[in-house]
């Protein structure tokens, strides 16, 4: 059973440019949270989606960052205008549906560096 | 609002050494508790949980033992070894929340 995959694993944009961050869930998850890691800190969250619904956004940034979890195909996070500041490690996590959510696994992580 | 404090780093210990990584919690309700490692350049794996007060959670020689009196989550392993070498993060759920807040992180060293 494949655990949780990201790609790209790596990711370096120019000022300005878009980011596309996808994140495929394990096997039977149909919850998706992603979390950014900011160097030498904790994770902080993001965004919590279902499958074409979003649950929970109270951690994105108001303004150029938003996600999805369409109904077939990975989940994307979008970064538009990237600045020096978005520069972190992107962390996905999956969780079976409902009963057991606290449970998370997690992905190896998208690395975005903004030159 | 819930938080979760965790010791400052980094921890340096020799081979065999006992370890503890200290963790406090604030939340309303009754969290369930985790400790998540992640080793350089890598994602984050679960070590081990408890969902409820006294329980212990133990993996891979580590443990933790959720106190509800001290709201603490402290991981523990008797001998460590240079494998062990890596960021320890403490975290909780509270359900109502849909999401695990994670503490800033413990980066452990272990040498020969």
């Known amino acids: 059973n494949a655990g949780v995959m990201q790609n790209p694993r790596h990711l370096v944009r120019r000022r300005g440019q878009e980011a596309r961050l996808r994140c495929s869930p394990m096997?039977?998850?149909?919850?998706v949270y992603w979390y950014r890691q900011l160097p030498e800190e904790g994770l902080k969250f993001m965004v919590y989606?279902?499958?074409?619904?979003?649950?929970?956004e109270s951690g994105m940034p108001k303004e150029r960052f938003s996600a999805e979890f369409p109904k077939e195909g990975p989940s994307i996070l979008r970064i538009q205008q990237v600045v020096r500041g978005d520069s972190a490690a992107y962390f996905c996590?999956?969780?079976?549906?409902?009963?057991?959510?606290?449970?998370?696994?997690f992905g190896p992580g998208t690395r975005l560096t903004v030159t | 609002g819930n938080s979760v404090t965790q010791m400052e780093g980094p921890v340096t210990l020799s081979e065999e050494a006992f370890l503890t990584i200290n963790c406090t919690y604030t939340?309303?309700?009754?969290?369930?508790l985790f400790w998540y490692v992640q080793y350089p350049g890598e994602g984050l794996q679960l070590l081990l949980k408890?969902?409820?007060?006294?329980d212990k959670g133990s993996n891979k020689g580590f443990e933790a033992t959720y106190r509800k009196e001290t709201t603490s989550f402290h991981l523990e392993k008797g001998s460590v070894q240079v494998s062990d070498s890596a960021v320890y993060f403490c975290?909780?759920?509270?359900?109502?929340?849909?999401?695990?807040?994670f503490g800033a992180g413990t980066r452990l060293a272990v040498h020969p």
């Open positions: 996590a999956s969780s079976p549906p409902a009963g057991s959510t606290y449970e998370q696994y």
């Open positions: 096997k039977g998850h149909s919850h």
């Open positions: 989606l279902q499958k074409e619904n979003i649950i929970d």
């Open positions: 939340a309303t309700g009754y969290p369930s």
């Open positions: 408890a969902t409820k007060a006294d």
């Open positions: 975290a909780l759920f509270s359900g109502g929340y849909n999401k695990l807040i």
